[in-house]
T-cell receptor, first 116, second 113 residues
Framework: AQKVTQAQTEISVVEKEDVTLDCVYE???????LFWYKQPPSGELVFLIR??????QNEISGRYSWNFQKSTSSFNFTITASQVVDSAVYFC?????????????FGEGTQLTVNP | DTAVSQTPKYLVTQMGNDKSIKCEQN?????MYWYKQDSKKFLKIMFS???????INETVPNRFSPKSPDKAHLNLHINSLELGDSAVYFC????????????FGPGTRLTVT
């Protein structure tokens, strides 16, 4: 069965620090998709990125970057020069294409607090 | 235009009551979902419909009944509400192709007293 683990429950940093959120997943499928979502204090879930299991290229989008390593089953998320507006709960999620339908399996989330 | 909308945003009710949450998407997606987020922020899927057909039905008490009148709408009806049903319920949608991200509604915070 699929599983996503975000071992960091809470992280607190000071503005402008870099911070990495860890995500480790388990799956028996060879084709799968990984996602990151952001849940700010207002409560909505905002899609950040999708990565498929065949594409191990790292991705950068502004201050955000993602490091996908199939060998360690990890899909980590780094925020460079963090800002107070980055304060949110961040969820890593897995979608398997072969065995579990179109459901997203979420990790427990990491609460990131960026202090001024 | 809101892509995925839910009503109501807040719902406070007493134990034993029956309530419904409505969800609509204007993205033209074929698949819609209900997720439950508990007090510890854990998100878990409850149901999924593709083109009005139920395709995922997790271990959810049968007091919860989804209904999809058309592929743009997925409603959630809950009978005999219990304290443990208090949570935030999110509706989501996506294209049928499983590789795509799901787009979430704003959530409905249900409080059962």
């Amino acid at each position: 069965a699929q599983k996503v683990t975000q071992a960091q429950t809470e992280i607190s940093v000071v503005e402008k620090e870099d911070v990495t959120l860890d995500c480790v997943y388990e799956t028996r499928d060879t084709t799968y998709y990984l996602f990151w979502y952001k849940q700010p204090p207002s409560g909505e879930l905002v899609f950040l990125i999708r990565r498929n299991s065949f594409d191990e290229q790292n991705e950068i989008s502004g201050r955000y970057s993602w490091n996908f390593q199939k060998s360690t089953s990890s899909f980590n998320f780094t925020i460079t020069a963090s800002q107070v507006v980055d304060s949110a709960v961040y969820f890593c999620a897995l979608s398997e294409t072969e065995t579990s339908g179109s459901r997203l399996t979420f990790g427990e989330g990491t609460q990131l607090t960026v202090n001024p | 235009d809101t892509a995925v909308s839910q009503t109501p945003k807040y719902l406070v009710t007493q134990m034993g009551n029956d309530k419904s949450i409505k969800c609509e998407q204007n993205l033209g997606h074929d698949t819609m979902y209900w997720y439950k987020q508990d007090s510890k922020k854990f998100l878990k899927i409850m149901f999924s419909y593709n083109n009005k057909e139920l395709i995922i039905n997790e271990t959810v008490p049968n007091r919860f009944s989804p209904k999809s009148p058309d592929k743009a709408h997925l409603n959630l009806h809950i009978n005999s509400l219990e304290l443990g049903d208090s949570a935030v319920y999110f509706c989501a949608s996506s294209p049928w192709t499983r590789s795509y991200e799901q787009y979430f509604g704003p959530g409905t915070r249900l409080t059962v007293t």
